[in-house]
């Protein structure tokens, strides 16, 4: 603000007509001229000061954050960046028609997706298939790093996931998931080319976090609707009963009327077909 | 008159003697011999009964055994047997027993398991026998009343199955009794009642278990074994039906006499049916209870489904659209009335009268003794995989999520697929079916006429090429046969009528008497003779070699012909 403001002259003008002096008048203008400059000029530095101290009270925080991500993080971005932004947007925050948002899914939901290979997507279908994993572990803990440092959400627990109560899970089973994962985990269909997986090649962590997650249709299955303790039985029946051998002999896919329906068939008739074809033709 | 052991003739072992003694008490030796020379015609479709038969006697045994260890009582109880991932579990006493026979009785799970194969294999079996039945024409006069007993067991059989999969009371077996209770109530007016005197009460109430278990193990296989045993008293009473051939005629049976041929037959298959069935149960698993859990009526399981028998019902409630009738004054019949009872019903009724309505269709009133080919009767033989091609794709709609799933399908478009299907492809069936019947009839009365296509080219003067043609009889002045189409099977391969120099007893084919020409060879210790030429076809010497027929057999084995192999 150099530029002198004359309509602030106006009234010392008056003052100093009103004095007489013409040449103390014009002495008198040049200085206060020089002293309202000073005084630009140092309210200039002042805001400059201001702002850049006002800038550096603020900056810090930031700059301390940068330095706080963790290795696991970046390289989660890093990866994140080159493989999930497409659809999942540059925040996480979703893209319209491409892929939901991943702010408060967690870990958990990254563990489900991308150590089963469902995620990356292979094409937008009805449902993702799952396939091998994309990433390696390592990649796939710095992923869930990322994810859980910037959207938070649940996240898996550590130790031994089949901790808990056989039977009760069996009960549980039963209850909660047998309606679309068949009797004993075995998948089954949904509506609209949907299906509920087979459970056979599930670990005990895919299972918790699909159950903490509700991917796909699956609903979520809190800690308040089961908890941590409910899981660990769950998965230690479907674990158990996925180990055991089938007493009776083949287990003909464990799904029941169907495939034995199929058996007695293509098995059973065929085999007394040939039988009496064999015993038509001796006398 | 008195008869002594010491009369001329009399049986001197300990053995005839014996006999001897128990036929002078008796009188038995007369109808005994009767019955033993009965003569029963051969082929391998009438054996298909046989393995109902046989499968329902692995029935009796095999459910005998478990009888001994199993408690049909729905009492509460807490599971304590060796079955870990079920300890503790609360459970019906029924399926507590039913785990115990599984795991904890000696050979409980194997004759389980046995038990539940016979069952399937049961039913099976009376479709494939009653398939032969309806599509040979075996059903005519007079023996409607055989075909009606027969449709009545196969309905009983039906009861059976749906008993005993639901005595274990597993959760499999549980949500079928829910279905069978919505079922009941589901008849408009006296579906309530119906449901009570079934249930004693709502759904499940506490007697179902029992009442199912009395039904299964006393009054539908009383019923059955007494059915049975009047089908087979008709049968033998009038005769068993034979296919239409050589020296074969409405007034007579060709065939083997019931000892020794027919009883060895019979105890050969009674043993193959209880092999397969004994190795089924052994090395596949069925219906494995511990998986399923015990029935409780807030779980269900996806892809819950009957046997296999049953799954038609299962397949046309899954394509029926939901049509509820709701009528003023809060009366409703509800959708599934019409694909449970409606449908189940016109078809077992419309198949218990086919006999009927094909008699007054036809107006054919004759009675019947010769089985008629598919070929023959071609609108018959339409309706009829018209029929099999409805009743297999409601069965395949029962379980159409399995397929849905493992071949990854749309749900929703399984059940297009199968409303689709099910109204258009049984017509197609028909068109299809009676464009073959017609061609296979077409080609017989070619052979008949021009005869046997022999493959041997023949040059004419003129230049052009025809192959040369077998009559199988007399000609005429035109060069076409004299036979007359009759609905016998007409050999459309040399080698059938001795072109190969032996009859061939084909794997598919019935047993025939020897050919004439296989005689001829027997009688001439499998050598040629000169006069043989005469019927030769085939010639591969010239006519300046004399003409000799190839003697089918090489040199060095001094053209011999080949030995047959049986």
Not at chain 2, 495 to 506: L, W
Request: net charge neutral.
């Amino acid at each position: 603000m150099s530029i002198p403001n004359t309509q602030s002259d106006a009234p010392l003008d008056e003052a100093e007509s009103a004095s007489g002096n013409p040449v103390r008048r014009a002495r008198a203008r040049r200085r206060s001229k020089q002293r309202r400059r000073m005084a630009n000029v140092a309210g200039l530095l002042l805001a400059l000061v201001l702002t850049g101290a006002t800038y550096s009270v603020f900056a810090p925080a930031q700059a301390a954050e940068d330095d706080n991500e963790s290795a696991a993080e970046a390289a989660g971005r890093q990866l994140y960046e080159h493989s999930c932004i497409t659809c999942h947007g540059s925040n996480l925050q979703g893209v319209e028609g491409r892929g939901p948002s991943l702010i408060g899914v967690g870990e958990a939901a990254v563990y489900f997706q991308v150590h089963t290979g469902r995620m990356p997507l292979t094409r937008q279908s009805s449902q993702g298939l799952d396939k091998p994993a994309v990433f390696s572990d390592e990649e796939i803990d710095q992923l869930m790093a990322y994810v859980q440092a910037n959207g938070g959400g649940p996240t898996l627990p550590s130790g031994d996931l089949r901790d808990g109560d056989l039977a009760a899970g069996g009960e549980l089973f039963r209850l909660n998931c047998a309606s679309c994962h068949n009797f004993v985990g075995e998948g089954g269909a949904l509506s609209s080319g949907k299906w509920a997986p087979s459970l056979r090649d599930a670990n005990d962590r895919t299972i918790y976090a699909a159950m903490l997650s509700g991917p796909e249709n699956m609903p979520v299955f809190g800690d308040n609707q089961l908890t941590p303790e409910q899981k660990r039985s769950i998965i230690n029946y479907v674990q158990t009963v996925a180990e055991q051998a089938d007493p009776g002999g083949a287990g003909v896919g464990r799904i029941g009327p169907v495939a034995e329906g199929l058996v007695i068939w293509v098995v059973g008739i065929s085999a007394l077909m040939f039988g009496i074809f064999w015993m038509g033709s001796k006398a | 008159m008195a008869r002594t052991a010491t009369a001329p003739g009399a049986p001197t072992s300990r053995l005839g003697k014996a006999a001897f003694e128990i036929d002078d008490r008796l009188i038995v030796a007369g109808p005994l011999r009767r019955t033993l020379n009965k003569v029963f015609p051969d082929h391998w479709s009438f054996l298909l009964g046989e393995i109902a038969l046989y499968s329902f006697v692995v029935l009796l045994l095999s459910g005998t055994y478990l009888t001994f260890f199993f408690d049909a009582s729905m009492k509460e109880v807490v599971y304590d047997g060796s079955y870990a991932p079920l300890r503790g579990v609360e459970m019906s006493a029924a399926y507590d027993s039913a785990l115990q026979m599984s795991f904890d009785v000696r050979g409980g799970l194997f004759l389980r398991q046995v038990h539940h194969w016979a069952a399937l294999l049961f039913v099976a079996s009376i479709v494939v026998h009653l398939l032969r039945i309806f599509f040979t024409g075996a059903f005519r006069r007079p023996r409607e009343t055989n075909w009606l007993i027969g449709v009545v067991m196969l309905v009983l059989s039906l009861l059976m199955g749906v008993t005993g999969y639901s005595l274990p009371d597993d959760l499999l077996s549980g949500t079928g009794l829910r279905i069978i209770s919505a079922i009941l109530l589901s008849i408009p007016v006296v579906g309530t009642w119906v449901h009570f005197a079934v249930f004693n009460g709502d759904y499940v109430g506490e007697n179902i278990i029992g009442r199912f278990y009395i039904a299964h193990v006393l009054l539908f296989p009383a019923i059955l074994l007494g059915l049975i045993a009047v089908h087979l008293l008709i049968l033998v009473k009038q005769k068993h039906t034979q296919f239409a051939g050589p020296g074969r005629t409405e007034h007579n049976v060709v065939g083997n006499r019931l000892f020794p041929t027919f009883a060895a037959k019979a105890t050969g298959l009674f043993f193959v049916v209880f092999g397969l069935i004994a190795l089924l149960g052994g090395l596949v698993q069925i219906n494995p209870i511990w998986l399923w859990g015990p029935y409780n009526p807030s779980q269900v399981s996806a892809a819950s489904q009957p046997d296999w028998y049953i799954m038609f019902l299962d397949g046309s409630t899954r394509l029926f659209p939901a049509w509820d009738i709701n009528l003023p004054g809060s009366y409703t019949i509800p959708a599934l009335f019409w694909p449970t009872v409606v449908i189940a019903g016109a078809m077992f009724t419309l198949l218990a009268l086919y006999p009927m309505i094909e008699r007054k269709l036809t107006r054919d009133t004759a009675s019947h003794h010769l089985l008629q080919r598919p070929r023959d009767v071609p609108v018959r033989t339409s309706l009829g995989v018209m029929g099999l091609t409805f009743y297999v794709w409601l069965m395949m709609s029962g379980g159409n999520d399995v397929i849905a799933d493992k071949f990854q399908i749309s749900l929703n478009a399984m059940t297009w697929i199968g409303r689709i299907g099910v109204i258009i492809l049984p017509p197609i069936a028909y068109a299809i079916t009676y464009r073959i019947c017609l061609g296979l009839q077409m080609h017989d009365r070619q052979v008949l006429e021009h005869g046997i296509e022999t493959g041997v080219i023949r040059r004419l003067p003129n230049g052009e090429f025809i192959e040369v043609h077998q009559p199988l009889g007399p000609v005429d002045a035109h060069g076409h046969g004299a036979l007359a189409y009759g609905g016998a099977p007409v050999p459309k391969k040399m080698n059938q009528i001795g072109g190969a120099r032996r009859a061939i007893r084909g794997f598919f084919s019935p047993i025939e008497p020897p050919a004439r020409v296989e005689l001829e060879q027997r009688a001439e210790g499998r050598g040629l003779s000169p006069q043989e030429s005469d019927r030769e076809l085939t010639t591969s010497g010239r006519p300046t070699e004399g003409g000799r027929p190839s003697e089918g057999g090489r040199p060095s084995e001094g053209g011999r012909p080949q030995e047959p192999r049986d």
